[in-house]
């Protein structure tokens, strides 16, 4: 029988750069993020004995399912079953967003993977093997505000709802550039902590963040929620254009959406940047100043501007033919 699930995209406030076991991905620090309710995956999985190999369908085309196969191995490990997978997954996620859907995507995977491999996974276990497909992933399991604990080991490297914010917290997705990435997060983590000087200085001060963070989430500080986020962004970035040889995301409209939230603050909105391994710019504001950031955002830019809010936990969908 398939199973199908549907897990929301997750942006991080405070980021996840870095690995310290790239087979396990075991991160070297803690990150936290928002799930949003705008962007989200559905993906069927069919453990098929009559399949010869792992099937992949992906927005309605055949692709490569190698990506896959840690994840579908660690579910057939851990529930004994043998078949190969026919693996069917939707990103609805908008064409023209250009926002990496891998956190959604493996967090659905491992949900529909499990279910229909009959194993009854807590939501830590799941956590744990979404983790395996693609480190944010793990945190794409749980709705609202997230906390992945680096952890030491296999067991203890997962991902747990924060309690809720006083904040409505609010993220306008400024689309710069909705083309594929030049270079994947995967090679160019790798090259930041193995070349990058800046890298252990971002370690040391992003796993202090993690925690500040979650403090000022608690007490409902927006301004500090904010500044922590801008600097786990732009530490991460500064990272990257440290390393050897140097890379940065950055394109020039990128570079005038972060001028414009800047001016926007100076004006005293409560506006904050954070952007990923893309050039598109995420601004994190609250309910009651979205209406106003974006429009001024849209002012300032010509860059298409998309809103989100705190979305759901990964669920399975009753109906298996949803997609
Ligand atoms: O989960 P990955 O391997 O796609 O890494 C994503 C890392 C960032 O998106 C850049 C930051 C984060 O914490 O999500």
């Excluded at 799930?35 to 995956?41: N, S």
């Excluded at 939707?90 to 990496?100: M, R």
């Excluded at 945190?139 to 906390?147: A, C, E, H, W």
Aim: aromatic letters at 6%; hydrophobic letters at 45%; proline letters at 6%.
């Amino acid at each position: 029988m398939t199973q199908t699930a549907r897990a929301h995209t997750n942006i991080a406030l405070i980021k996840y750069w870095g690995k310290r076991d790239a087979q396990l991905i075991l991160p070297y620090t803690d990150s936290v993020s928002l799930t949003l309710d705008a962007f989200y995956t559905d993906t069927s999985v069919n453990f098929d004995p009559t399949l010869t190999e792992d099937q992949l369908t992906l927005d309605g085309k055949p692709a490569s399912a190698k990506r896959l196969l840690p994840m579908l191995d660690q579910v057939r490990a851990l529930s004994g079953r043998t078949e190969f997978a026919q693996v069917t997954s939707v990103n609805h996620v908008p064409t023209a967003a250009g926002l990496a859907s891998s956190a959604s995507a493996f967090a659905a995977l491992a949900l529909a993977a499990a279910a229909d491999a009959g194993l009854a996974l807590d939501a830590t276990a799941l956590s744990r093997l979404a983790r395996r497909g693609s480190g944010s992933a793990s945190r794409s399991v749980f709705g609202g505000l997230v906390r992945w604990h680096r952890g030491v080991d296999d067991a203890s490297s997962y991902a747990e709802a924060l309690p809720a914010s006083p904040l409505d917290l609010r993220m306008l997705v400024a689309v710069v550039n909705a083309g594929p990435k030049p270079i994947g997060s995967r090679d160019l983590m790798a090259n930041t902590v193995a070349t990058s000087p800046y890298y252990p200085a971002f370690v040391e001060t992003n796993q202090q963040a993690a925690d500040q963070m979650v403090a000022a989430l608690g007490t409902g500080e927006f301004e500090k929620v904010g500044q922590l986020t801008q600097q786990s962004a732009m530490r991460m970035h500064a990272s990257m254009m440290a390393a050897t040889p140097p890379f940065t995301y950055f394109e020039p409209a990128t570079m005038a959406i972060w001028q414009a939230v800047q001016h926007l603050q100076a004006r005293g909105l409560p506006v904050y940047a954070t952007m990923d391994a893309g050039p598109n710019v995420k601004v994190l504001t609250t309910a009651e100043f979205v209406v106003e950031a974006k429009r001024e955002l849209q002012e300032l830019s010509d860059a298409p501007i998309l809103e989100a809010k705190a979305g759901p936990a990964a669920r399975l969908l009753e109906d298996h033919h949803a997609i």
